[in-house]
């Protein structure tokens, strides 16, 4: 692994050691994963023998106590073989990041350490029908009743939902107040009212499994997240992280289509000679590294921000939309590089495409980085 800057011995020698059980188990199992939409929840136990389950929780909850910066290096580790496992963990953190920002310590010491041991999984559910980039769109109600909430509507493309031991539901305790209404609480799978969908056929990162969630239950009160319409907030903070997660993942895919097409046209022969001599495969290679580096570095500069305690809004999305879009030209190039063999189920090239066209959706869309990018700037 190359020595980047403001990565420590520490934060590469924890990475070193994902990466080797990622190569050793996870990569040669993608294809068939990807193939058969296998649930990469399966991998949940060796994972979190690792600390992978909880890299994003400090020693306190649970956590292995590992920096962000050794925790986003490992996320590139886990999708350079294996997308679709990055994006299940990820989810995992955006449930229980939500709870350390958003809970009191009753719900940490209860969710936290379990979730930290690989002994329950997290979902996260923001995300509606009709309510995507807007949350305060959202049709999803938490009436008070009592000691308890009662909680109705419908959640969609909720990642990990189908395997998860707990929701975190966001909703609207005040529906006349905008963003300002949302609250957030914390779902067991066991909840009577609670019905999650059969997963959704998705065009990438197809072990990653997303459902449907419908919701017509009461919790007790006690499972709400801070007070009531601090939900807006706290799912703001929790996609500031997320969002270099995604970055980490894109950069993952982006390595793997990259070193893949360094090999290839070193052994691919054109006319009697290596395709890695013809100026135009260069020129190409060339571009795809730059990309890459340049995601690299906004990435870093985000986790350094994060690890500093700073705000960083507008560094998680620079370096989002920076990997994210990387991801998708270094892929669909690497693609190209291999021709028709690329274009074939038999390579990986064309789950590297798949998978990284996502990273472009979730946790907001390419535009609404450039939305809050613009925002920040003209501040």
């Known amino acids: 692994m190359k020595t980047r800057l403001g990565i420590t011995s520490e934060d590469q020698t924890i990475a070193e050691a994902v990466g080797r059980y990622a190569a050793a188990e996870l990569a040669p199992q993608a294809q068939s994963v990807d193939r058969d939409e296998i649930s990469v929840a399966r991998y949940i136990p060796k994972l979190a023998g690792l600390g992978i389950m909880g890299m994003n929780l400090p020693q306190q909850w649970g956590g292995p106590g590992v920096s962000p910066t050794a925790m986003i290096l490992s996320l590139v580790e886990i999708a ?51 309510a995507g980039s807007n949350p305060a769109d959202m049709a999803t109600r938490a009436q008070r009743e009592g000691s308890r909430y009662r909680l109705s509507g419908v959640k969609h493309f909720i990642s990990n939902a189908g395997e998860a031991d707990f929701i975190v539901v966001y909703a609207k305790t005040d529906a006349a107040a905008g963003h300002r209404g949302i609250s957030a609480f914390v779902v067991d799978k066991e909840t009577p009212g609670l019905s ?124 989002k939309l920076s990997a994210s879009e990387a991801a998708a030209f270094i892929t669909d190039a690497a693609l190209q590089i291999h021709g028709g063999y690329g274009f074939t189920r038999e390579m990986p090239l064309e789950r590297y495409v798949r998978d990284a066209r996502i990273m472009r959706i979730y946790e907001g869309s390419s535009e609404i980085q450039r939305t809050v990018i613009a925002k920040s700037i003209l501040k």
């Not at 299940?88 to 920002?101: E, F, K, P, Q």
């Open 80 to 130: 350079k073989a294996c997308a679709a496992t990055a994006s299940m963990v990820g989810a995992h953190y955006l449930a229980t990041d939500s709870i350390l920002i958003g809970g009191d310590d009753a719900l940490r010491s209860r969710y936290l350490p379990d979730a930290a041991g690989g002994l329950t999984l997290g979902a996260f559910a923001l995300t509606e029908p009709r």
């Open 196 to 319: 999650i969908s059969a997963p959704e056929s998705l065009m990438g990162i197809r072990g990653a499994h997303a459902f449907e969630v419908s919701l017509d239950c009461d919790i007790p009160a006690q499972n709400r997240l801070g007070d009531e319409g601090s939900g807006f907030r706290t799912a703001m903070k929790v996609l500031d992280n997320s969002r270099i997660d995604v970055a980490a993942s894109s950069i993952g895919i982006a390595e793997a289509a990259l070193e893949a097409s360094l090999s290839w046209v070193k052994q691919r022969l054109v006319g009697g000679e290596p395709l890695a001599n013809k100026q135009g495969i260069q020129w190409m290679l060339a571009d795809m590294k730059l990309k890459l580096e340049a995601a690299w570095m906004l990435t870093l500069q985000a986790v350094s921000a994060r690890r500093a305690g700073e705000r960083f809004s507008l560094e998680s999305s620079m370096a």
